[in-house]
Structure formats: structure tokens, C-alpha cells
């Protein structure tokens, strides 16, 4: 039985490798008062009272263009999240995707021109376009530019270098590729609503349209002329490789299980978040110290994030996740519900240790994690993790992507899908 504030410790421990524009300013400002007048939750003497939140959509719906409406409707929706029970900042919000909406609207363009133009093999320029169709959340390029703009307003400079953008896509790219070479390896039937990759092309052009992604990253790094940097980024693909076989594998006694769970989410999901906010910082000529708060920004970010995927896998349907649900335990994987439930249901040990392979490990196992508080440790840690990248996060200048690196906390903790 693992002890729960030596599980917390552990998740928390904390090193290097371990594991202004005026427009956007009166947006911060309508956004401020518009929390104001329609809240979607308020707390009252401890009691959570709920409000129609059919005036913010209608609002929300007349100030939208046609042409993004769907998107940005997407996206409101997503920030309104961040005012459930469980959010972290109460001060007066801000929607992050509108206050880098120009940063934000080409970036999935910009990404298909660089992989359509560095192959004339038009299948490869398909398939490695694929993922890039503008239906993701975009979440880490969002996080990375406004990690710039915010240590760019730090140290009281104005605009986003072309450099930290391009960081934004590799980012972006390095991480699709991971999902190409996931996809190559779980064969799921669906990623982001659609058939995903591996079912439409065959388990060879994928790979190899993956490797070619991870080369265009490449080549568009070494434009960059930073020796800085491209080690940086390239300690992402060797977590990404590590972390992988550290998924293929096993660990017989609790204690060490939850160790390598944490080693494991950090190389497979946090290290590309940790170090691209690190790079934007060092785009910035950040001095160690302040590189070393956006990386453990980003390292936070990144765990909490995967433990929400982890606990979403368990209360989600495939409508909402755009993937199967139970999938973790169907490919044999013990994630933070499991293991959390392991204290008060120790048969689950032994599933484990066969990978759910057995006729009704998987359906034994899902209804265990439901009866115990697996599903509530795993927030409660994702939670920990969500306040202590927000307290980085207020170490910066006050400024609207300060702000809005603290809404982010909110979004990761939050999110439905």
C-alpha cells in the first residue's frame, strides 16, 4: 500500500531533468467585465449555486465571425470551464486563445506549408498532414507563445520573436509525430473523432511519415542557429523514445510502480512542454533562473495534464475524448486511477502485473477504480500540480499572459476531453 503523502512527495519532487498590444488589452478588459455580469458558478457560504450560461454563448455567438465561429465558440467554451468547482484563480479571467488569437490562427497552416514543401511525394504530404487539420485544442502551442509573450513582457520587451513561434510549431509537430508513432504502436480505431492514422494507411507509410515529421523539426531547428536551443529540443525525443519503453514494461512492488508511472508521464508527455517553455525562455535571453521557472511551469502543466487524460479514460465517452474510453486498461496500462486504487483493492496488483490480460481484468479493474477513490486521488494530485505551476506562474510581471498562464492551469485541471 502506497502511502498518500509519499505518493505526492514523490509527484512533486521538483529538478532540472527530473522526472503588448492596446486591442488585446481592451479584450483582456471585455472579457473581465463579461465574468462579471455572467458567472457560470458561484459559491455561496460553501454551497456551489449554478447559472444558465446560455447569455455568455449568445453573446459569444454575435461577436464571432463567420468563418471561425465554430472554433472560438470551441474554445470559450473550453474557458468556461475554469469557473467549475474546481478552479484555481478567481480572479477576473481571460481566454487565452482570444488574446493570441493572431498568433494563433495560421499556425496549423504554417505547419502543412513546411511538411507539404519539403516532400513532392503527394501521399506523404497527406499523411503527415493529417493530424494537422485545425481540430486539435492546439494546447501547446498556446502555452509556449504565451510563455514568450509573458517572459517577453517580463524583461519589458515588446512583440513575438519569429524564433519563438517557430518553437511553438516544432513543438506542435514533435508532438503529432508522438501520436503518429502511438498510433503505430496501440492501433486504436479513432483519434480526434476521426478513423486515426494507422487505420487509413498502412503500419509502414505511417512510420515512416512520422519519422519524416520528426525531420522536418529538424531541419527547421537547425534554420534557427542555436546550439541552445536544438539540444534543448532534443532531449524531448529522447524522453519521448525512453518513456515508451518505459510503457512497455513493468514494476513488481508498489512503491516503485508509481515511481515509474511519474518517470514515465514526465519523458512521454510533460518533458515536451517543460522544455519548449524553456527554449521560448531562452529565446528571450532569460538568465538560468528564469529559464528554470518556465521549464518547471511546463513540467507541471504537463504531468497535471496527463492525469486528468488518465482519470478522463474512466468518465468519458468517445464522443466527448474522440477516442475510446477504457483504453489505457485495454492496452495493459496501470495509470494513476489504477494504481491509486491498488490502497484499497490489492487483487489489482495482480491484474496489473499480467497487464489486464485475463477474461475480465478490463471490466473487474474499471469497476474497482469506480468503487474506490482512485478517480478523486488522481484530480487531488492533478490539482497539486495545477496550484504549483500557477505559483510559478505569478512569480512573472503582471500582465495579461501572466494572467492567462494562470487560466491555463484552470483549462488543464478542467478539461472534458
Known amino acids: 500500500m502506497i502511502p498518500l503523502t509519499i505518493v505526492f512527495a ?16 481592451c479584450q483582456f478588459k471585455h472579457f473581465a467585465q463579461l465574468r462579471k455580469k455572467i458567472s457560470t458558478t458561484c459559491v455561496k457560504s460553501g454551497t456551489i449555486i449554478k447559472h444558465s450560461t446560455n447569455n455568455f454563448v449568445q ?17 470559450m467554451m473550453s474557458s468556461m470551464q ?43 504530404q497527406t499523411i503527415a498532414t493529417y493530424y494537422f487539420d485545425g481540430k486539435g ?66 503500419r509502414k507509410k505511417v512510420t515512416m511519415t512520422g519519422d519524416y515529421i520528426l525531420a522536418v523539426t529538424t531541419n527547421m531547428l537547425a534554420k534557427l542557429r542555436n546550439d541552445d536551443i536544438t539540444l534543448t529540443l532534443s532531449q524531448v525525443v529522447t524522453d519521448l523514445v525512453q518513456g515508451e519503453f518505459m510503457q512497455l514494461g513493468s514494476k513488481e512492488t ?6 515509474h508511472y511519474l518517470t514515465k508521464t514526465y519523458r512521454k508527455t510533460a518533458s515536451l512542454i517543460a522544455n519548449t517553455l524553456k527554449a521560448e525562455a ?14 518547471q511551469y511546463g513540467r507541471n502543466i504537463g504531468l497535471a495534464f496527463q492525469l486528468v487524460d488518465d482519470l478522463l479514460d474512466f468518465v468519458s465517452t ?82 495579461p499572459y501572466q494572467k492567462g498562464l494562470q487560466v491555463v492551469c484552470d483549462l488543464v485541471l478542467n478539461r472534458t476531453k
Open 137 to 202: 485544442k492546439a494546447l501547446r502551442p498556446m502555452v509556449a507563445i504565451l510563455m514568450a509573450r509573458a517572459i517577453n513582457y517580463h524583461k519589458e520587451r515588446n512583440g513575438l520573436l519569429d524564433s519563438q513561434r517557430q518553437i511553438a510549431m516544432i513543438s506542435e509537430m514533435i508532438h503529432n509525430a508522438s501520436l503518429i508513432h502511438d498510433d503505430v504502436i496501440d492501433q486504436p480505431g479513432f483519434r480526434r473523432g476521426k478513423p486515426s492514422i494507422n487505420v487509413v494507411w498502412s
Open 318 to 399: 468517445l464522443p466527448t475524448m474522440g477516442k475510446p474510453t477504457a483504453a489505457d486498461l485495454k492496452l495493459g496500462l496501470a495509470t494513476a486511477p489504477v494504481l491509486f486504487a491498488c490502497e484499497r483493492y490489492p487483487e489489482l496488483n495482480a491484474m496489473i502485473m499480467r497487464r489486464f490480460q485475463e477474461p475480465g481484468d478490463v471490466e473487474k479493474a474499471f469497476e474497482l477504480v469506480h468503487k474506490s477513490q482512485g478517480l478523486e486521488h488522481t484530480r487531488f494530485l492533478a490539482r497539486k500540480h495545477c496550484v504549483e505551476a500557477m505559483k510559478l506562474a505569478q512569480s512573472l510581471a503582471e500582465s
Open 282 to 295: 531562452m529565446l528571450a535571453d532569460a538568465d538560468d533562473q528564469l529559464a528554470e521557472l518556465a521549464f
Open 82 to 124: 475554469t469557473q467549475l468547482p474546481g478552479s484555481l484563480y478567481d480572479s477576473d479571467q481571460i481566454d487565452p486563445y482570444r488574446l493570441l488569437e493572431d498568433d494563433l490562427k495560421d499556425i496549423y497552416d504554417d505547419i502543412r506549408e513546411e511538411l507539404i514543401r519539403n516532400t513532392i511525394y503527394k501521399e506523404l
Open 10 to 25: 514523490m509527484a512533486c519532487i521538483g529538478s532540472s531533468r527530473f522526472c503588448a498590444r492596446a486591442e488585446k488589452l
Open 254 to 259: 508498489e512503491n516503485e510502480r508509481f515511481a
Open 59 to 75: 453573446h459569444c455567438q454575435n461577436r464571432t465571425s463567420t468563418r471561425d465561429s465554430k472554433t472560438n465558440i470551441a474554445r
